[in-house]
């Protein structure tokens, strides 16, 4: 049912021992169910910050993350169950090969080994990498790690699938096999993006919402082509730089 | 429990394909306990007194110098050889170290010690109608040379040594000479013979708990020591992988998961539980097969093998705890990786792992029971040296267990309440 809410994130405000300035500041949002949600902005916006919260790993200073009815201070166990991360790292071990990291992790999601190794093989294959799954990670390109670093995020089906920059520094051929793949899991199996990056072109074409954060306050938030035509803008490009400004975040 | 398995053939996976980490838990170790066993195995030796190599120069050659010879080589402590050379000669060869005693007995020196016992004797018998004889005082000089490096107490127990040999000799000199004093003042007397052996005798033994008498030597001593330097120096291979994981993700990743942080952190534990107690298998393997190869001493082991296995146990699970603590609180690999090895390097010095702690001043061995090395070392010396059982080094594993728990404790509380807020 798309519109419903499936995170609530309600006033949140996170503090961090001698941070001249809180990372997060009184933020609010709505990721509604089966949207592709992206949270844009410069380096040090919060955006990290609050996909930590997201994942239960932190609890706000102040205010509530509401994640499927769930508190995230209160049921971080239930909220692990349902949402699945791809971090900006290429979480993986070097040393050893796909095909063993994506058995690891898998079990470490608790699923069934049979039915792990399905999901293994078809990720694989959709992704182009089957007949590379014997290889170290060590040996892949960037691209290539970068999409076993995606199926890695979706071997227990979560509801909610939370992605901090997931094609950063790979090649065009790998990104469009992404974000197609990507597409197409939010448009059959309806789940729910959270996605975070800095190329806005890809995001404009990616994503149906945006919120666009700067100094952990939120500034602006939208359909995507809603932002750009309140805006006046041609492309969430301009949006951005007209909202965060030009000003260097160093 | 499946999820823990996983965990743990994952971490053994990671721990069989890095090569660095394999060399540092296994060859260094195994390196360093023959390097450091075999230059320190003629300390040892020494401290044990055995096969001393003594030079002998004998310009006497009359039966003062064959009698010290013999004595010398009936001690069994010394590898005497001899050398027709002379005095500046024999000096010279003590000071380069060819030999670590060198003894010089002058020309005449039989005849001379006969002239000063009859001189002596003649005093208790002097005859009425002749005058006191001009008695030389000067005594009679054997020249004893050390190699300059040779310890005090090592000087003196070797100089004490020669010293009782030498008295024996004049001893028998005198009663040669009282014997024929005898004769003279009672010439139908049956002929006397006087015991010279000493009256008095010391018996030693080592105050161990089993019937064998095993020494302190160096495969004794380095064998555990070793041991628990590579068991402490995991925490180098150990906080890396901690801290390789938190760097790119892993960690992050495997804490958005339900409860598998846990199992990670259990399995990453167990695996190198395993690795030390296998690390004490090899480095006993070595004691008992390799180092009697090279002519050194077999490790003796005892019989108590529950409690060598429980000192095992315990301080490998030290050895991880530590680990894990400096892989949680250290910010990098190059932070981990210096700090851990200062750190564990400081601690077997204070330990008594390269130099033991027997020779330390007392100071140092006061200061030296704060290291965990050297309470598994005290453990090992336990059963190894002492043949005691559990009962007596349970207090060493006590600590050890405790110095374990402080170290997951620490790491949870810097994990939960530093690094997550």
């Known amino acids: 049912m798309q519109g419903a809410p499936l995170v609530e994130i309600q006033n949140v405000l996170k503090s961090y021992k001698n941070a001249p300035r809180p990372a997060v500041n009184d933020l609010s949002l709505v990721i509604p169910k089966q949207s592709i949600f992206g949270l844009l902005g410069p380096n040090g916006a919060g955006k990290t910050t609050l996909i930590s919260m997201l994942c239960g790993l932190f609890s706000p200073t102040n205010g509530k993350i509401i994640t499927n009815g769930w508190d995230t201070a209160v049921d971080s166990k239930k909220i692990k169950q349902i949402i699945g991360v791809v971090p900006q790292e290429i979480a993986l071990y070097p040393k050893l090969t796909a095909y063993e990291n994506l058995l690891f992790l898998g079990h470490m999601y608790g699923i069934e080994t049979d039915e792990l190794k399905q999901r293994i093989k078809y990720n694989l294959e959709v992704l182009g990498l089957f007949e590379h799954k014997d290889q170290l990670i060590k040996t892949f390109s960037g691209g290539m790690k970068r999409r076993i670093n995606l199926i890695a995020g979706l071997l227990h089906h979560p509801q909610l699938l939370i992605l901090d920059e997931p094609t950063v520094g790979v090649d065009i051929q790998s990104k469009t096999a992404i974000i197609n793949y990507l597409k197409k899991l939010n448009s059959e199996k309806g789940m729910t993006i959270f996605y975070t990056s800095h190329h806005l072109d890809e995001a404009e074409d990616f994503c149906s919402h945006i919120a666009i954060i700067d100094e952990g306050k939120l500034i602006t938030e939208g359909s995507t082509k809603e932002l750009i035509q309140n805006n006046g803008c041609n492309t969430i490009e301009e949006v951005y730089l007209k909202i965060t400004g030009r000003k260097f975040r160093d | ?421």
């Open chain 2, 1 to 421: 429990m499946k999820k823990l398995l996983y965990s743990l053939y994952k971490e053994y996976k990671v721990l069989v394909r890095d090569k660095a980490a394999m060399g540092i838990m296994f060859i260094m170790p195994m390196a360093l306990v023959f390097v450091v066993t075999i230059i320190q195995d003629t300390t040892f030796k020494s401290v044990n007194e055995t096969s001393v190599p003594l030079l002998l120069v004998d310009k006497d050659h009359d039966s003062l110098s064959v009698q010290l010879e013999r004595a010398l080589k009936q001690t069994k402590f010394f590898d005497v050889q001899k050398q027709d050379i002379n005095q500046e000669e024999a000096r010279e060869l003590i000071a380069t170290g060819k030999y670590l005693i060198g003894i010089f007995i002058p020309e005449k020196s039989t005849t001379r010690l006969r002239e000063k016992a009859s001189q002596r004797i003649s005093k208790l018998f002097p005859a009425e109608d002749t005058l006191p004889s001009v008695v030389d005082t000067a005594s009679l000089q054997l020249k004893l040379y050390f190699d300059p490096i040779t310890k005090q107490s090592f000087k003196v127990s070797i100089s004490g040594a020669i010293g009782r040999i030498v008295s024996a000799l004049e001893m028998q000199s005198m009663v040669d000479v009282l014997k024929v004093e005898m004769k003279d003042l009672m010439p139908s007397s049956e002929e006397v013979t006087l015991e010279t052996k000493p009256l008095v005798s010391t018996s030693e033994e080592y105050a161990t708990n089993n019937e064998s008498t095993l020494v302190p030597n160096s495969v004794q001593h380095n064998v555990p020591a070793w041991t628990m330097f590579a068991m402490f120096f995991i925490c180098i291979p150990l906080s890396g992988n901690i801290i390789r994981e938190r760097e790119d993700g892993s960690a992050f990743r495997l804490l958005t998961m339900p409860g598998s942080y846990v199992f990670v952190l259990a399995g990453k534990i167990t695996l190198y539980l395993i690795v030390s107690l296998i690390q004490f298998a090899l480095m006993l393997s070595v004691g008992l097969y390799i180092l009697p190869l090279m002519g050194l001493p077999t490790l003796q082991t005892g019989e108590n093998y529950f409690t060598l296995f429980s000192i095992a146990l315990s301080a490998g699970l030290a050895a991880t705890a530590f680990g894990l603590l400096v892989g949680t609180i250290a910010s990098s690999q190059d932070q981990a990786a210096l700090f851990g090895a200062v750190f564990v390097v400081l601690l077997a010095a204070l330990g008594g792992v390269w130099i033991p702690t027997f020779v330390m001043p007392e100071i140092m061995k006061s200061i030296s029971s704060i290291s965990p090395l050297n309470w598994g070392l005290e453990a090992f010396y336990g059963v190894f040296l002492r043949g005691v059982s559990f009962s007596a080094i349970w207090i060493h594993l006590f600590k050890l267990l405790v110095f374990a728990a402080a170290c997951f404790g620490g790491a949870y509380y810097y994990q939960v309440y530093k690094r997550m807020r």
